[in-house]
């Protein structure tokens, strides 16, 4: 059972952004007492949406430290990393074990852990004011909530950042991740035997294939009941093209990513083309038998600062690091752990001196994760200093 806060003495925390970077937070400051409240603008659930993620430590703990409980174990183990060729042949294999979950799980085991009145779907944040030691967010229905502290949670479009640091926004990167979830019973024979129970890769000119199986519906992580991820990451020129490729199949231009059944026929037709001249035999009969790709623009984004008295940027609304350092996740759960942990047993007065310490340690940590993935990135997409510095913010 979710643990209740009802003691109108606590301080409050008003989260913005229900994704699972709010979620890491509201259940942290939950844990040391605190009243939370998540602002969520989409107004559906958010469990469809995602897809893989390599289960880190920093994850781990975030869970252990607010008490949230799964159904079952947390994901699904892998042995083997290996690198196939062209061809399909293995050319590379090591042993690295380690624990894949799914954005859903994470989601929905939070989700559960709090009490269902302190989610709130629908309600868009405009803009906060403060008045000495407490918050006022304001809302685009009318609604304005009071707190001890606002977070902005609400991921590379913060709305939050947009206030404490105006015309900060993300840089794109070169590339974008094509991705698929579909279930395990989907790929049969020699492809499935060959990539079940490994993290496999291909590294091929100017793109990376990765795929892995995560828990399927309902967390499950039984043996048949798992869903394959794979992420393909290939250059896209920033401009027309990729402006084209972000418009879905109605017209509608999306700011940084097209969630699944949104993608047109034809970019559809575009990627299974692509898939057949440049992937394995084995990963093209993972791409060809995804029902709804889906995809996402690489980006880049450091904030100087994640305080602005008691406004508090966290996770991708501060710092975006690419997919490849596998931490965005992790860097999330991270920051809302170590700020209930400044934040614990702290009073009123004190909460400025604990946001200020927190805020010194996230900080480098955040700058050194995000300039470790824009390394490692543009080497494995071959995407030289000159060209990565050109690439301009990205249009909202």
């Known amino acids: 059972m979710p643990v209740m806060h009802s003691d109108r003495n606590s301080p409050r925390a008003i989260i913005i952004g229900g994704s699972v970077g709010g979620l890491f937070t509201a259940t942290a400051l939950q844990a040391i007492g605190w009243q939370v409240d998540i602002f969520e603008r989409s107004p559906h659930e958010l469990d469809s949406r995602g897809g893989g993620i390599v289960l880190q430590g920093d994850v781990v703990r975030a869970f252990r430290f607010a008490g949230v409980k799964t159904q079952g174990q947390l994901g699904v183990r892998s042995g083997d990393r290996i690198f196939l060729d062209r061809s399909g042949e293995v050319v590379q294999r090591t042993w690295m074990p380690q624990t894949q979950t799914s954005w859903s ?136 093209t990729l402006s084209r490729l972000l418009t879905d199949r109605h017209g509608v231009r999306h700011a940084f990513s097209l969630p699944p059944g949104t993608v047109k026929d034809a970019d559809a037709a575009w990627l299974h083309r692509q898939s057949r001249e440049q992937l394995a035999p084995q990963f093209q009969q993972l ?98 200093a000159s060209d990565a510095a050109s690439t301009a913010p990205f249009p909202a």
């Open 105 to 240: 799980m994470l989601y929905a085991a939070m989700k559960r852990h709090l009490p269902a009145s302190a989610y709130h779907h629908g309600e868009q944040f405009v803009r906060f004011e403060q008045d000495g030691e407490r918050i006022h967010a304001h809302f685009a229905n009318g609604r304005v909530e009071t707190g001890d502290l606002l977070i902005g949670a609400d991921g590379a479009r913060s709305a939050v950042r947009q206030q404490m640091l105006p015309g900060l926004a993300p840089r794109y990167a070169g590339y974008v991740a094509w991705r698929g979830l579909l279930e395990e019973g989907a790929l049969t024979g020699e492809a499935a035997d060959v990539l079940r129970g490994n993290f496999a890769f291909q590294q091929g000119p100017d793109h990376l294939l990765l795929a892995y199986l995560v828990p399927g519906e309902d967390e499950a992580t039984a043996p048949g009941r798992r869903r394959w991820n794979w992420v393909w990451y290939v250059k896209v020129p920033q401009g027309d």
């Open 287 to 384: 791409v060809a038998a995804t029902p709804d790709p889906f995809l996402q623009a690489i980006l880049d984004l450091q904030a100087p600062r994640m305080v602005s008295g008691r406004a508090v940027l966290l996770g991708d609304a501060a710092f975006v690091p690419r997919p490849h350092t596998a931490g965005g996740t992790a860097k999330a759960a991270a920051n809302a752990v170590a700020l209930a942990t400044a934040l614990r047993d702290s009073t009123s007065t004190d909460i400025d001196a604990a946001l200020a310490a927190w805020q010194a340690g996230q900080l480098s940590e955040g700058i050194a994760m995000t300039d470790w993935g824009v390394r490692l990135g543009n080497q494995i997409m071959r995407i030289a």
